[in-house]
């Protein structure tokens, strides 16, 4: 709460300041006023606070046990339900491991019975044909052989043989037809051979390998495949609860994270709070001090500041008037200015007098108070003897030069500023309105 004073001076031509009157530039008890209202209000504020903190300070500490606990269960539900979930993982994937190598055993026991199938397969038909041809070609030597018996007394038959030479030309021919086939008859023999140790092997083969389709087929148990693949499916649902669980966990901690950082902020905000009531209750103790001593000071400053505008304004004053006189300007008992030689007052002067004067004071407080750094003048020289005209108007610019105005609006009916200012603007009125002459 701020609390402005005001204080206006003014100069008459024929007011009479009142003697008694005191100027109000500074109250104390409205000061007092005001700083037992702020601390009234400071009081309040830091009591509420004190609850606020007391509150936060209690939910504080829940937050923290309910955060706390919570953790504490989380993390317990997290580890048993991840060894479960580890020792279900570690039987799943060994009854899928067992199914896969039982597979695969299964797999390669059918490609190799397969195989060995279609090789006894190609072994028999190629055993059927050679035997075949071993039959053909037997039955062919033994009717060679029926043939030759007659010719085994070659010597003596040979007279016959050669009588029954064109009998027998046919089937001496048919002899030389088949003489190559008889020569390969060793190699058929052992061809024979051969494909009877194959077919033995390759039928000791089929045997074993068929003995391990049995066992396989044996061993193989689809109760037990079904068990697994039932017991891996409900560790997935189990895994897919766990994991429910575990996210629900996750919100909760990620809520908790959300509340200690509305708690951070909170604390920061509470310690702003304290930050500014401290700074309240310096600035209250030092407005206290600034009270006291404003109030022990203000008549010796009110004092001096009289003195300095008086001194400035008896200075313009003594320069467009013809007598000197000298002010004094006294803030106690009351202000009151005083014009000597005559100790007369302000009323008791004539009307230029009064004006000089009155522009002499604003003047002197235009140089103290400058933060404006512009002023307005309407019609100063009015009222004044055509001689002090020229010196008021010197006077105004010199004290505008003094004070450091950067401008200076002047209205006038008269030529004391003619000449003496930069910017001219004339203005004549007549009936028709007013027209500007010049500008």
């Known amino acids: 709460m701020k609390r402005k004073w005001r204080r206006r001076c003014e100069f ?16 104390p008890k409205a000061v007092q006023n005001d700083l037992s209202l702020l601390e009234r209000e400071l009081s309040e504020a830091t009591k509420q606070r004190q609850e606020t903190s007391k509150a936060f300070g209690r939910a504080r500490s829940a937050a923290a046990e309910a955060r ?13 339900a991840r060894g479960q979930l580890d020792s279900r993982d570690r039987e799943r994937i060994r009854a899928e491991e067992n199914l896969g190598n039982a597979k695969r055993n299964l797999q390669q026991a059918e490609r190799t019975l397969n195989e060995l199938l279609e090789r006894s397969s190609r072994l028999a038909k190629e055993s059927v044909a050679v035997e075949n041809d071993v039959k053909v070609t037997t039955q062919r030597l033994a009717e060679l052989d029926e043939k030759l018996k ?58 074993q390998r068929t003995e391990q ?18 017991a891996s499916a409900d560790a997935k649902s189990e895994l897919l609860a766990q ?22 902020e909170a604390c920061g905000e509470r310690d702003r709070i304290e930050n500014e009531a401290s700074r309240q209750r310096a600035a209250a103790q030092l407005a206290k001090v600034a009270a006291k ?14 003195s300095r505008i ?26 009151s200015l005083l014009i000597v030689p005559g100790h007369r007052r302000f009323a008791m002067l004539s009307g230029g007098e009064q004006t000089k004067l009155a522009l002499a004071m ?12 512009f002023a307005v003048f309407d019609e100063p020289t009015y009222a004044v003897d055509s001689e002090s005209r020229q010196k008021l108007a010197d006077a105004i610019l010199e004290a505008q030069k003094a004070a450091g105005l950067e401008q200076l609006i002047v209205v006038s009916h008269d030529d004391a500023f003619e000449g003496k200012i930069e910017n001219v603007v004339m203005l004549k009125k007549t009936a028709a309105g007013t027209e500007l002459v010049a500008g």
Not at 68 to 80: C, G, I, P, T, V
Not at 244 to 264: F, M, P, T, V
Not at 295 to 303: L, R, T
Not at 310 to 335: D, G, M, S, V
Request: with cysteine.
């Open 150 to 207: 007659p010719f085994a007394s070659l010597g003596q038959e040979l007279q016959q043989a050669q009588q029954t030479k064109e009998q027998y030309a046919k089937e001496h021919q048919v002899f030389i037809q088949n003489q190559p086939l008889a020569t390969r008859l060793e190699t058929f023999q052992a061809a024979l051979k051969l494909s009877g140790e194959t077919e033995a092997r390759t039928t000791e083969q089929v045997r």
């Open 310 to 335: 008086a001194a400035n304004a008896q200075r313009i004053f003594n320069q467009i008037n013809h007598e000197p006189i000298e002010l004094e300007w006294k803030a106690e008992p009351h202000y």
């Open 213 to 230: 389709l049995e066992q396989a087929s044996r061993d193989f148990d689809a109760e037990k495949l079904r068990a697994a693949q039932q």
């Open 68 to 80: 706390s606990n919570l953790l504490k269960q989380a993390a317990a539900k997290h580890e048993e």
């Open 243 to 264: 994991e429910r669980e575990l996210e629900n966990a996750l919100g909760a901690l990620k809520k908790e994270k959300e509340r200690s950082n509305q708690w951070k």
């Open 362 to 373: 604003t003047l002197a407080m235009i140089q103290e108070f400058s933060g404006l750094h």
């Open 12 to 27: 008459g031509k024929t007011r009479r300041p009142k003697p008694n009157t005191r100027g109000n530039q500074f109250d």
């Open 293 to 306: 001593v404003l109030k022990d000071a203000a008549p010796k400053v009110a004092d001096r500041l009289c």
